[in-house]
Every structure is written in structure tokens, then in C-alpha cells.
């Protein structure tokens, strides 16, 4: 009896559950202009209007959650929701537990930024997003990391002096160099990393995968994510 | 929210500040609060009854009970608070599903765990795919709330155990010599006199419950901790409202709210404590009789 009344319960707390599955895509919402929660306190940006574009080519009903980003394969993994979209970089390391769509940014520039131009990034102290790509490429290249939470702090952590540079991707920086009225700089050496953006997914998810893949390809197709690209990331911006 | 801000560039000074402080983003920031303050509200009465049940069931004569009891506070007391609440909240909600898996999905016939994965047939989902993000807020809410308690009533639990033990024994035996039973002088004399002694030790729990309530952002509810660092951050013209870090100003409100709540609440309960004591055979009660004398 017990049993039955928590199940009831729990059925009452699902609202009514629907026939048509509703896919859940999550984002960090704290790196424009890829995503971020806007002043309505909505989550906004390039992925968010890709995401609602791939929703309505495969016929899905779609909602948008937010999630550190720390943790943000672990819970996918644990199915609090159903898709990753979160200017996550297509990774070997990454292929191994989850499974990615095709990519809907093609391979982009990592860059460094901060305070002058003659910081020595190879010995350095470098801050970058924790478990970004860039944090294992800061590791590898001999400078000292500094790891944080969200991008907002890495850059922070340059501004007071905590780190001599931070290392994130280029299209992220760019815009934050470009309104600090000099005071930040972005280093002439780029690094490409990653084989471009995509949607992350459970691996036993194959028939969602290929429900975007196929979404994916014909945005790529009529041109639509080449405009967004450069209604987001600018003339600079790289298209497929 | 006003009219003027349907063009926040135009805007400077006092205008500007009174359209950003407006957001709708702001209004999620100012929510929150009301989620910490009604967090509080729900774990503090829980946490209390959990704590009441653990001690009365740590000083059962039955064997099984007192065992079950001082289990439930050795261990909950034994692990680190953050360790419990990563552990429990996932412990809660993948148990809840797979229960329901269990009921509403028995024909499914691929595995639940899936190396790294954790999957259920999608009916069993706690909350439904398709629940609004209100529901999944009030779910991450709930979870929260029971998190808080278990670990609060564990301390709690100890706290009244050792006040029931402090009720002089002479006051019991007198009231037994009334010809009272055991469950009557728990309830007509132990009770009403253990609080006193209970609430020095529950009056350090509730400011620690309150402290403890930033923890909120790790069982993944959008507090307060969460939105000032995400309000504070520096924002680019991408925003509607672009500013540097304003962190500082964001945490120091915290720091504000924090320390209001806590000073709020040592007022109420150095009342609370006078109220009492009034009449107890203790130092302080003994006091107050002398002094009305």
C-alpha cells in the first residue's frame, strides 16, 4: 500500500505523463555568445537559437535546463536530461563516454588574453574552465594551471592579477578584449584545438543521435548555420 | 519593467540602475531568496521531528529501535555534510526511479545500468520529460528539503537525546510517585522540561542550518550563491545591461542578508530561551523566580 501510494506520488509529480517525449537539451549559460542566461533570465545565444532550429527540423519538443559545467556529462549521464549543447568540443577523451552529434562549429582557435602583450605562456600562470579542452592543453604545455569554475572567473582571475594569462576559446575572449578599453589584450598565438562543437548525447541514445545528425546536416545545407555563425561570432567567425 | 527601460543604452545614473536592478533576471535573484527563507522554513520543523524521533527511538527500551536510532545519528554525524548531500540527492532520485521502473515499466528488458549510464524506461522519469521547468525546480527543491533534514535532524536527534537525559531525575520519579505511567511522564514532564536544555544546542543548529544554506547550489537549485555569482560576472555588450565584476557588491549582500537572518534569529531565541526557562527547576528558571519574588 505504501508502495502503490509513492508511486502515485510520483506519477502526480511528473505531471501528467505525456505521450510525446520531450527532449531536455542543457547548456551551461555562462559563455556568450555561445550561451547565457539573458536579462530575462532565459537562456539565450547561438545555441540557443541552433538548438530551437534543430528541434523544429526533427520534429521535437524541446525544453532548455542550465547546469554547471563541471558536472555536466555525469548528469546527462544520470538522465537528468537528454542533450548537451554547451560549446562542448568534439574530443577523443570525451567519444569514449558520451557520443557526439556531427559538429555544428566547425574546428575553432583557442587564444590567450591578458594585461600586455609579453606574457610567456609556456611558464607562465595560466587560468582556464575547469575540464575545458583548453585547461588539459594548459596542463600539457608546462605553464601552471589555474583552474575555475566558470569562464567568467579564468578571466577575472587575469584582471586581478591572480593568473598572468588565460587560455579559452577565441571567439569567447575576443568580445570581452574588445570592450576592456585596453585593458585586456588577446596574444598573437592561437592554438586550434578539438574537431569543432557538438551535441552531446548518451551513447545508448542512437536514434536521437541520428534525428540531429540528419537536423544538423541540412542546417548545413541551406546555409542557415553559416548565418547564424555570423550573426554570433562576426565577420571573423568560421563557417562550414 | 518600467517604460523608460525599453532602450537600456539610452540610459545612465539612477534610471539605468533602476531598469537593471529590474531584470527579469533580477527578479529570479531576488526569488531566490524566498527559496532560501522557505527552504528553512520547510528543514527546520523536519529536521526537528526527525531529530525528536531519532532521540526518542536512541532511549527505546526496545532493542531494535535503539540501535536504529543511534545508527541513524553515528552515521549521518560521521560522514562530511557535502559528501552526504552529493551522494544522498543522487542516492534519492536514481532510487525513486528505479523504483518506479520497477512498477510502471516490468516488460523493459534492457539493463538500468548501462556502463556509465543510468537509464529507466522514459515513463518512470522523476519528474516527466515533459514537466515544465517549475516542477523540476520544485523537485530539486523537495530533494533538498529532505536532504537537509536527514542531516539536520541526525545532529538534532543528538541534541534532544542528551536534553531528555538532562531532565533531573528526581522530577521524573516524583511524577511517577503520582502514579503517572511511563507514557504520560514522558509526555506531561520529560518533554515539556528537556526543551530548555534543548535549545542552546538547537539554537547552534538553526544558524548553522542557516549557513549551510549556499549548499542549496550544489543539489543543483539556482540560489542565491548561484545567481550573484552569475549576476556579479562581468558582462559584455552581448547583455542588455553590460558592467565589469560586480561580484563584490553581489556577495556582499549576501554577506548582509546572512548575517541579518542570523541576528534575527538570536533575538528569537534569547526569547524564546527566557520563556523556558520561566519556571524550571534550573539555575536560570530559579532566577527569575527569585527575581519576581
Known amino acids: 500500500m505504501k508502495k502503490l501510494l509513492l508511486v502515485t506520488a510520483l506519477l502526480a509529480f511528473g505531471a501528467g505523463v505525456a505521450s510525446a517525449q520531450t527532449v531536455r537539451l542543457a547548456t551551461e549559460g555562462a559563455f556568450p555568445p555561445y550561451n547565457f542566461i539573458n536579462d530575462a533570465g532565459e ?198 | 519593467m518600467f517604460a523608460y527601460c525599453a532602450d537600456p543604452s539610452s540610459l545612465d545614473g539612477l534610471p539605468w540602475l533602476s531598469c537593471y536592478l529590474t531584470t527579469g533576471k533580477h527578479f529570479d535573484f531576488y526569488w531566490s531568496f524566498l527559496v532560501v527563507l522557505l527552504l528553512l522554513a520547510c528543514t527546520a520543523p523536519l529536521a526537528l521531528g526527525m531529530g525528536f524521533l531519532g532521540a526518542m527511538a536512541a532511549r527505546s527500551p526496545v532493542l531494535p529501535l535503539r540501535w536504529l536510532g543511534r545508527a541513524y545519528t553515528a552515521m549521518v554525524r560521521g560522514v562530511p555534510d557535502i559528501v552526504f548531500f552529493l551522494f544522498f540527492v543522487i542516492a534519492l532520485d536514481q532510487g525513486m526511479e528505479w523504483l518506479l521502473h520497477q512498477v510502471v515499466c516490468p516488460d523493459w528488458t534492457e539493463p538500468i545500468r548501462q556502463g556509465l549510464e543510468f537509464r529507466v524506461c522514459p515513463q518512470a522519469k522523476v519528474p516527466a520529460s515533459s514537466a515544465s521547468a517549475g516542477w523540476y525546480q520544485a523537485y530539486g527543491f523537495a530533494l533538498a528539503v529532505v536532504t537537509f533534514s536527514i542531516v539536520f535532524g541526525a545532529f538534532a536527534a543528538n541534541v534532544i537525546f542528551g536534553a531528555m537525559q538532562a531532565v533531573p531525575k528526581a522530577q521524573l520519579e516524583t511524577a511517577e510517585a503520582y502514579g503517572m505511567s511511563n507514557r504520560q511522564v514522558f509526555r506531561r514532564v520529560l518533554v515539556p522540561q528537556m526543551w530548555v536544555f534543548a535549545l542552546p544546542g538547537l539554537s547552534n543548529l538553526w544558524v548553522i542550518l542557516i549557513k549551510a544554506t549556499p549548499l542549496l547550489f550544489l543539489l543543483g537549485v539556482q540560489d542565491i550563491v548561484y545567481w550573484a555569482r552569475e549576476l556579479g560576472g562581468t558582462k559584455t555588450s552581448v547583455f542588455e545591461y553590460p558592467h565589469p565584476d560586480w561580484r563584490l557588491y553581489y556577495f556582499l549582500g549576501l554577506l548582509i542578508f546572512y548575517l541579518i537572518a542570523t541576528y534575527l534569529s538570536e533575538k528569537v531565541l534569547s526569547r524564546l530561551t527566557a520563556n523556558l526557562s520561566r519556571g524550571q527547576a534550573t539555575a536560570a528558571g530559579e532566577a527569575m523566580r527569585k527575581a519576581g519574588a
Open chain 1, 43 to 240: 537562456v539565450d545565444g547561438f545555441e540557443r537559437k541552433v538548438g530551437d532550429e534543430l528541434c523544429k527540423r526533427a520534429s521535437l519538443t524541446c525544453t532548455w535546463t542550465t547546469n554547471e559545467w563541471d558536472s555536466i556529462i555525469p548528469n546527462l549521464q544520470s538522465g537528468n536530461y537528454d542533450v548537451i549543447i554547451a560549446g562542448m568540443t568534439i574530443t577523443d577523451e570525451r567519444e569514449k563516454i558520451i557520443n557526439f552529434s556531427e559538429n555544428y562549429i566547425p574546428p575553432t582557435m583557442s587564444a590567450y588574453m591578458a594585461l600586455t602583450p609579453d606574457v610567456d605562456v609556456k611558464t607562465g600562470v595560466i587560468s582556464a574552465q575547469i575540464s575545458t579542452t583548453q585547461a588539459g592543453y594548459v596542463a600539457a604545455s608546462g605553464a601552471t594551471l589555474l583552474e575555475f569554475a566558470t569562464p567568467d572567473e579564468s578571466v577575472a582571475a587575469v584582471r586581478n592579477g591572480e593568473a598572468d594569462a588565460v587560455f579559452a576559446d577565441k571567439d569567447y575572449l575576443a568580445p570581452i578584449a574588445a570592450e576592456s578599453n585596453g585593458a585586456l589584450v588577446m596574444l598573437a598565438e592561437e592554438v586550434p584545438i578539438g574537431d569543432g562543437v557538438g551535441l552531446g548525447m548518451r551513447e545508448s541514445d542512437t536514434e536521437l543521435k541520428a534525428k540531429f545528425d540528419a537536423a544538423i546536416q541540412s542546417m548545413k545545407a541551406d546555409g542557415t548555420l553559416n548565418a547564424l555563425i555570423e550573426e554570433y561570432f562576426g565577420e571573423t567567425g568560421v563557417t562550414f
